[in-house]
Nanobody
Framework: QVQLVESGGGLVQAGGSLRLSCAAP????????MSWYRQVPGNQRELVAT???????NYVDSVKGRFTISRDNAKNTLYLQMNSLKPEDTGVYYC?????????WGQGTQVTVSS
């Protein structure tokens, strides 16, 4: 019923850029707090960035100044612009929606940063 779909992952060299997208159902998107998480095999998922319904943002310290989370409510789409990528940014990136306590996840998209 509620499906989040990520896209935009791929292989990029250190120092390069990548933009991730997440398409969400229009019925929940505008009222949801949206986030990006990432996960390396064997580790817990890490919260990378969050954007509220009023477009205030928060980032994990390791990506501040390099990543930008944004949302386009007209297109029901969440974005993560990633610049100055580092090998330690490698992982599976997941889109997350929190709709008044109901939590939804995307399938994940692989990001690999080579040196």
């Amino acid at each position: 019923q509620v499906q989040l779909v990520e896209s935009g992952g791929g292989l990029v060299q250190a120092g390069g850029s990548l933009r991730l997208s997440c398409a969400a159902p229009g019925g929940i998107f505008r009222s949801s707090v949206m986030s990006w998480y990432r996960q390396v095999p064997g580790n817990q998922r890490e919260l990378v960035a969050t954007i509220t319904r009023t477009s205030s943002t928060n980032y994990v310290d390791s990506v501040k100044g390099r990543f930008t989370i944004s949302r386009d409510n007209a297109k029901n789409t969440l974005y993560l612009q990633m610049n100055s990528l580092k090998p330690e940014d490698t992982g599976v990136y997941y889109c997350n929606a929190n709709y008044f306590g109901y939590v939804y996840w995307g399938q994940g998209t692989q990001v690999t940063v080579s040196s």
